[in-house]
Nanobody, 120 residues
């Protein structure tokens, strides 16, 4: 069983930066694909960024040019670099990882979330 834990959230002023990490542990695995999602109070969870198995990336229009998704399989870790943060980026951020374990791929491995608050 693979588990992922996010970290790196916190309070930052508008215009600031944060880098979220999503670290996996458990069985021997490699990251096949991953995505970051966020949920603000009273709103539905939304996709922020995705990194496919072929290396292609997708970003929500609201974060294009500001956020960057990446992975480091040597560290079993995925990242979300967030620059030029805005108050509307305030939310709980979750990673969702698909992992390859041997010949199988396990989807929908969610982290527990990390709070990002953008405020002056």
């Amino acid at each position: 069983q693979v588990q992922f834990v996010e970290s790196g959230g916190g309070l930052v002023q508008p215009g600031g930066s944060l880098k979220l990490s999503c670290v996996g542990s458990g069985s021997t695995f490699s990251i096949y694909a991953m995505s970051w999602h966020r949920q603000a109070p009273g709103k539905q969870r939304e996709l922020v960024a995705a990194l496919g198995s072929g290396g292609g990336t997708t970003y929500a229009d609201s974060v294009k040019g500001r956020f960057t998704i990446s992975t480091d399989n040597a560290k079993n870790t995925g990242y979300l670099q967030m620059n030029s943060l805005k108050p509307e980026d305030t939310a709980v951020y979750y990673c969702n990882v698909a992992v390859r374990t041997g010949l199988t791929i396990q989807f929908n491995n969610w982290g527990q979330g990390t709070q990002v608050t953008v405020s002056s």
